[in-house]
């Protein structure tokens, strides 16, 4: 691959900019010149096209192919929410309008977007009020946690620990460590966390639990019940990690169970491509007793209709992110909701959950599936039996790209040996399950037949096997044009 530098032919022209009326020297002090030309490539239009044409094609996402990457929930976005939240009534207004005098009702359409959006977060999880300003999951989670730390506080509660279990998303232990708690881990047990082991671990210093349901086994926690009553003994707060909601919209409402705080993804559970790191959002919701220590400001609906913003709030702990956080990611959650209604939403999860098992199922007889029975939006397989032909998770993920797939996410969670974590999400057909799954026991049938075919895997794509660890901290973002590319 050469960057469209190493491309460039000294001469050669795409555009013909048109003569400025006034030289740059009558309009920019001396000192603010230029001594030589720009260092820009040279090249024709086409030159261009090509090139940018290429690299598009080199990216590989949900819209141009199956992307089961368990736990992140790769799902496709449909189109008419970019619309939406890009109608220039949202797109083309300050965002510190409504900071001005005057400025809330210039912004109402924007301030009473925030408001619904956050109603309807509110009714879907069944909890008292939401705080849109988080932009991520974890910083969702961090912003939950200094919540229940707040609540304490002004309890008079003094309180350190927090449990997290070890099939928890592993930002929940980094947020709860990060607000200052020490983290307690427990076992879970068949998949799950259990009462008994829970009960051993808690005492008056326990401020919280933070419960990803469904867990990283992709299994819905059955004993929320007597979790919830088992905290509440030692007024301890619950934590509900629903990044992965997508799988109970409509069919859960965590704070009818009993839980106090609780984030969901939205890049992952309403609309919004991401990866890479952004963009995101990761809404806060919490029960009656936290609702007077959310960030602030809080946008309001005055009894005439109107949209206000509260600043008045001595117990909040503060803002937590710029503005309202993410805007244009809330109004793309915000118009799927409205185009989706309440059972397009539960919809949505039940063919994320019968994607998710119909995929259990037909791999069942190939690949170890380590919990073996009704899973939500993911489940997680296992490759250790193939070890012993010297084929481990990661030959068989680089195998998948050959076949035009992008790999399930692997190695995680780490409660699983060589785990495989699918995820298929609602809104493939069947048609393309079966091909990622004809895909996936073809490659397992190889192991046995020809695992040397495996292990050289990728042979397709511009670059093979990287050393990851080494991609990450010597990162080489720069070509040396003197060496050619
Ligand atoms: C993705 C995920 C997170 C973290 O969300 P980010 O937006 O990546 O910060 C937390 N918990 C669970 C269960 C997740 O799947």
């Excluded at 819905?220 to 990044?243: Q, S, T």
């Excluded at 963009?279 to 029960?287: D, E, I, L, R």
């Amino acid at each position: 691959m050469q960057t469209v530098f190493a491309k460039s032919v000294p001469g050669r022209l795409g555009v013909v900019p048109e003569k400025p009326a006034r030289s740059a020297g009558d309009m920019l002090p001396a000192d603010l010149l230029r001594t030589g030309a720009p260092a820009l490539p040279e090249l024709s239009e086409l030159d261009v096209v090509r090139h940018y044409s290429l690299l598009s094609r080199l990216n590989y996402g949900v819209d141009s192919n199956f992307y089961p990457l368990g736990s992140c929930t790769m799902k496709y976005n449909p189109k008419f929410t970019e619309v939406a939240a890009g109608f220039k009534e949202f797109s083309g207004s300050h965002p510190l309008l409504p900071e001005l005098s005057g400025g809330e009702g210039q912004a109402a359409g924007n301030l009473e977007a925030v408001w619904l959006t956050e109603r309807l977060l509110a009714e879907i999880t069944g909890m008292k009020a939401f705080t849109l300003q988080p932009m991520a999951g974890a910083q969702g989670e961090l912003t939950g946690i200094l919540l229940i730390a707040a609540y304490h506080r002004a309890r008079g509660n003094r309180k350190t620990r927090i449990i997290c279990p070890d099939s928890a998303h592993g930002t929940n232990p980094a947020s709860a460590a990060l607000a200052g708690y020490e983290v307690v881990n427990i076992e879970s047990r068949d998949g799950l966390v259990d009462p008994e082991v829970l009960s051993g671990a808690l005492d008056d210093s326990v401020a919280g639990l933070m419960m990803t349901c469904p867990n990283t086994l992709g299994l819905f926690e059955k004993n929320l019940p007597e979790i919830v009553r088992l905290l509440r003994r030692v007024d301890a707060l619950l934590y509900y990690d629903g990044a992965n909601f997508n799988a109970c919209m409509g069919r859960l409402r965590v704070g009818d169970v009993g839980f106090d705080v609780v984030h969901v993804n939205l890049h992952k559970t309403m609309a919004t491509p991401h990866g890479g790191g952004g963009p995101g959002s990761g809404p806060v919701g919490v029960s009656e007793r936290l609702l007077p220590f959310l960030p602030g400001p809080r946008v309001v609906r005055n009894s005439d209709g109107s949209f206000a913003l509260q600043r008045d709030l001595p117990q909040s702990i503060g803002r937590v992110a710029p503005f309202y956080g993410n805007f244009a990611v809330c109004l793309k959650a915000l118009a799927y909701m409205l185009r989706c209604g309440k059972e397009g939403l539960a919809r949505a999860s039940d063919y994320a959950v019968l994607n998710a098992n119909y995929v259990r199922a037909r791999l069942g007889g190939y690949l170890e599936v380590p919990y073996d029975r009704v899973c939500m939006h993911e489940f997680v397989c296992s490759a250790a039996s193939l070890g012993e032909k010297g084929v481990h998770a990661l030959d068989i993920a680089k195998a998948l790209l050959d076949r035009g797939f992008h790999a399930p996410t692997i190695y995680f969670p780490l409660i699983v040996k060589e785990c495989l974590m699918i995820e298929p999400t609602e809104t493939e057909s069947k048609e393309t399950l079966d091909a990622f799954c004809d895909a996936l026991i073809s490659i397992v049938k190889s192991a046995d037949s020809d695992p040397r075919s495996l292990l050289d895997a990728p042979l397709t794509l511009p670059v093979r096997r990287l050393d990851e660890t080494r991609a990450a901290r010597s990162m080489v973002l720069t070509e040396d044009l003197d060496k050619g590319a």
